[in-house]
């Protein structure tokens, strides 16, 4: 299951949805106060009896900021999520894994193109068949592409299907 060859294919067979990289900004705010920590906690406690405290908020500090600027290099070297140009909104991508004895119940419905069947489908922890479904948080808008792990790797079972609620 390749996330990437997913979104490849969801872009290609849509023409709502686009790559688009999210905001940098609150990367940056953590990065901020990750900076702005250890000097606030310097300013505040500049007793000397506090020496422990202020280590510990440097250390904290510095966590904090690294934290930060790994996010923002995500952010500003990644491809980019999927995003619906008419709703504005970012899709949120789940993998759902089925037992494998659903496999033509699971394929019907993604077949059949039907979002509410998929998802009245049970689930289980063991992921011998999956679904990598990509959709809208009021599910208006999802596609579904079904793998199955077969020798030590998953196979497509079929394409990107966008399906309709």
């Known amino acids: 299951m390749n996330k990437l060859k997913f979104y490849e294919a969801l872009y290609a067979s849509c ?3 686009v790559a688009r990289r999210k ?3 609150l990367p940056l705010l953590v990065i901020v106060l990750g900076i702005a920590l250890p000097f606030v906690s310097m ?3 500049s007793d000397g009896s506090y020496d422990d405290i202020n280590s510990a908020m440097v250390l904290a500090g510095i966590a904090i900021a690294i934290s930060g600027g790994v996010w923002l290099l995500g952010r500003l070297v990644g491809s980019g999520e999927p995003y619906h140009k008419d709703k504005g909104v970012f899709l949120t991508t789940t993998t759902l894994s089925f037992d494998r004895s659903r496999r033509s ?6 077949g059949s193109g039907d979002v509410n069947r998929l998802l009245a489908i049970p689930t289980c922890e063991v992921s011998a068949l ?3 479904f990509s959709h809208l948080a009021d599910n208006s808008f999802a596609a579904a592409q079904a793998f199955e792990y077969a020798e ?3 196979r497509e079972l079929c394409g990107v299907t966008v399906l309709k609620k």
Do not use: G, K
Not at 105 to 110: C, Q
């Open 105 to 110: 119940e699971v394929l019907n419905a993604i």
């Open 23 to 25: 905001s940098v900004v």
């Open 43 to 45: 300013s505040v406690l």
């Open 15 to 17: 023409d709502s949805i």
């Open 130 to 132: 999956c679904v990598m």
């Open 152 to 154: 030590l790797e998953y």
